[in-house]
């Protein structure tokens, strides 16, 4: 059922329903999928049960929008570091992006795309499998432009372009996971500068 639709076409909500999805993002960022209670949520996105049913579905629908607007908002420097003119730009744009969003003072601590849900049991499972697939899908956007940098000869010819995107990806979710133990962003801007410092050679 096009639960949006439901909700335009009934009473009007009477509330914000963009900052209420904010304050869902949030909920899951910090305390995960099994951790976030529906209690949890409505009382953070100020709304009823009833009212976050009609508008964005069940608690699996509600985090899987939480998820967009996370790709779309805090993560968003993922798909601007794809738009760098040199693999090592787009290497480097994407380290200095998870150092800074898994950082920011005014954000909880590490990527929602990777703690969300990765202590889930049975009822977590597709929170736990729509997560995988989102980074997942982060790998292959890095593969395809390590892969056209291979043909435009600006990495070498031989380089395994899936392996290069799966470090690059490895190393930005650990930052992530030492982001949330406390690690300072100074000292998780070295890790990425370390990581780098090996890059192929154009």
Not at 34 to 45: C, F, K, V, Y
Not at 94 to 99: A, K, N, T, Y
Request: proline share 6%.
């Amino acid at each position: 059922m096009d639960t949006h639709r439901k909700a335009s076409i009934g009473r009007p909500r009477g509330f914000d329903a963009d900052e209420a999805l904010e304050r869902a993002m949030r909920v899951f960022w910090e305390q995960g999928y099994e951790g976030a209670s529906l209690t949890d949520l409505t009382s953070a996105m100020g709304i009823t049960r009833t009212s976050m049913y009609a508008a964005f579905g069940n608690k699996e629908d509600l985090f899987r929008r939480a998820l967009e607007r996370y790709t779309e908002g805090p993560a968003s420097y993922a798909a601007r570091a794809l738009r760098e003119p040199t693999a090592r730009q787009v290497a480097t744009a994407f380290l200095d992006g998870s150092v800074r969003v898994t950082t920011r003072p005014d954000c909880p601590a590490g990527c929602l795309g990777v703690q969300g849900s990765l202590a889930a049991g049975a009822p977590g499972r597709n929170a736990r499998e729509a997560l995988v697939a989102w980074r997942d899908e982060g790998v292959s956007h890095l593969r395809d432009r390590f892969q056209r940098a291979v043909g435009e000869g600006d990495l070498p010819p031989d380089t395994d372009p899936e392996l290069l995107a799966r470090y690059l990806m490895t190393v930005a979710n650990g930052i992530a996971v030492q982001a949330v133990g406390g690690a300072p962003r100074d000292d998780l801007r070295q890790v990425a500068d370390l990581a780098l410092r090996n890059w192929p050679p154009a």
